[in-house]
């Protein structure tokens, strides 16, 4: 099945530094890396590398060819990648030595989306085949105009509900197929703090939708449609920069949801793809390829992995 991703498309200007910023503070950075970034173009390259038959949307700004060549250069189609003037979207990147990040975003043209572009590329996506899925974040605008659409044209959908903002509670969540939070942006929407209530309140308020709910160190909890819960624990790894990590689970997981997958061997593989990503810098760049995903598996390269079905509380 095919991916549709109206995704961001981001410049990212990372600095290491020893410790994040505070307030009123200035330091010089050990090191800076400019790198193609943005949730989009990263989850779009993570599903391209896991197999997908990946398509990006997205508008891209002033001298930003770089992010439209490294998404063609990792098998993605950039036949929906429109070239504008206005200033592309960027980031600011702290990374610190225990490979924790912090980032300030501009949004750019990645915030100019207008509707009557969304539906041409939605026509041309379906003008070349039935079916599919469509992804997005919340670092575009008219995130709401797409998932009506989507449903609207019998298409599946994939939310990763980050950068969260008291936006997101106003989108139709539960015409989405699959909402991906994380730990913070789920207790936001289920109005809880208690990792073991997020989940039951989420099937109250989206009792359609099906749950990924990522838990950094503590691995993740997926939550079917259906309402069957798995949870997934995560490797020991010494993690050199955790920018891509989300993105690259995102990618992974869908991919085992799309090739028919058990949800247990869809988080192992998302698991690994995850633990191999940050091992090293960057963001894009860290995505690994499925061939060396699956050689980690194949070898318990990371060791053992706890998978197990769980009761919703």
Not at 34 to 49: D, M, P, R, T
Not at 76 to 95: F, M, N, S
Not at 209 to 236: D, F, I, K, N, Q
Request: with cysteine; hydrophobic share 40%.
């Amino acid at each position: 099945m095919r991916i549709l991703n109206f995704g961001s498309l981001n410049i990212d200007y990372v600095y290491a530094v020893d410790a994040f910023l505070r307030p009123g503070e200035t330091k010089a950075a050990k090191s800076l890396m400019v790198n193609c970034g943005g949730k989009g173009l990263n989850q779009s390259i993570a599903a391209a590398k896991a197999g997908n038959d990946v398509w990006h949307a997205g508008l891209l700004g002033g001298a930003a060819e770089m992010l439209r060549d490294k998404l063609a250069q990792n098998g993605v189609d950039v036949r929906l990648v429109k070239p504008v003037p206005e200033q592309a979207g960027h980031a600011i990147i702290q990374v610190d030595e225990s490979g924790q990040n912090c980032i300030l975003l501009y949004g750019g043209t990645n915030r100019m989306l207008t509707k009557e572009w969304i539906d041409a590329a939605f026509d041309a996506f379906q003008a070349e085949g039935e079916g599919g899925l469509v992804l997005l974040q919340n670092e575009t605008n008219l995130v709401p105009y797409i998932i009506e659409q989507a449903a609207a044209r019998g298409l599946s959908t994939a939310l990763n509900a980050a950068p969260m903002d008291d936006g997101v509670r106003e989108y139709p969540l539960d015409k989405l197929t699959w909402l991906i939070v994380n730990e913070v942006e789920g207790g936001a929407l289920a109005g809880t703090e208690e990792e073991d209530a997020i989940l039951p309140a989420l099937r109250k308020k989206y009792p359609h939708c099906g749950v990924l709910l990522t838990l950094g160190a503590h691995g993740a909890r997926c939550m079917e449609p259906e309402g069957r819960v798995t949870r997934c624990g995560s490797y020991r790894v010494r993690a050199v920069d955790t920018t891509a990590a989300g993105d690259t689970f995102t990618g992974y997981f869908l991919y085992g949801m799309l090739h028919g997958l058990s949800i247990p061997d869809t988080l192992r593989l998302a698991t690994t793809a995850s633990a191999l990503c940050v091992g090293r810098p960057g963001a894009a760049d860290s995505v690994p390829e499925k061939a060396e995903v699956d050689a980690a598996i194949a070898g318990e390269r990371f060791g053992a992995l706890f998978i197990g079905q769980e009761e919703m509380q």
